[in-house]
């Protein structure tokens, strides 16, 4: 099982993911930027006046998340995908360079093939990291490149807007949860499973939480 958690920074994501890699036992990827950044032995401040700089950073902490992601196979929680594109698009000119190429959308449709949740901006949630300036303007715009992509590349996302963090768990776990009930019906011995095949036959087999996610939103109530 896969599973991202994307979007925008002070969002939240890795508050998420560290949770999710903690109760559900999982392998945890996080943010591969503060790395990349640190080997670079640069900081965001010094990559604002420096195009070449950025355009090597981003490049760089793209390939190193893919190398993350491959070597965790099919089990790991990640607090970001492809999010470093849309810091490409807003602050390099390599951004269509890096989307034209084969491999990423290849990598798209990995990521399509997981669990995705998509966290949703709130002023409420800005808070300086140490690493980047949070400027709300500069938010929402990653925000929106973020949707874009996922639109783009018909990747099934849940969206999470709620600030309440026990509501955001809920989401999450309904979602999970489900998902591994559903491995687990998959994993039954042939009589058992040939029965419960007949109750999956509407099921999608390319995005695991859609039907789950969209059984959530009409559920629930993410925006109070």
């Not at 790395?35 to 390939?63: G, W």
């Not at 000119?93 to 998509?118: C, L, N, Q, S």
Request: aromatic share 8%.
């Amino acid at each position: 099982m896969r599973i991202y958690f994307v979007g925008s920074h002070a969002t939240g994501k890795t508050t998420l993911c560290r949770y999710v890699s903690q109760t559900y036992g999982m392998p945890m990827i996080s943010e591969v930027a503060r790395s990349v950044l640190a080997e670079m032995e640069s900081s965001f401040d010094a990559m604002r006046t420096d195009m070449d700089l950025v355009s090597q950073y981003q490049r760089k902490v793209f390939a190193r998340q893919v190398a993350t992601e491959q070597q965790h196979k099919e089990l790991f929680v990640s607090d970001r995908a492809f999010d470093n594109l849309a810091y490409a698009a807003d602050h390099t000119p390599i951004f269509a360079d890096m989307v034209e190429d084969t491999g990423f959308a290849d990598y798209m449709k990995w990521v399509a093939g997981g669990i995705v949740f998509f966290l949703r901006p709130h002023k409420s949630l800005l808070v300086e990291d140490g690493v980047r300036a949070v400027d709300w303007d500069s938010v929402v715009r990653i925000d929106g490149m973020v949707k874009l992509l996922l639109e783009m590349y018909r990747v099934s996302y849940l969206p999470i807007e709620s600030v309440s963090m026990q509501e955001r768990v809920r989401a999450v776990q309904f979602v999970l949860d489900r998902e591994k009930s559903s491995q687990r019906v998959q994993t039954m011995p042939n009589s058992v499973s040939a029965t419960a095949s007949m109750a999956k036959t509407n099921v999608p087999t390319t995005s695991p939480g859609a039907l789950v996610a969209k059984e959530l939103v009409a559920s629930m109530d993410l925006s109070s």
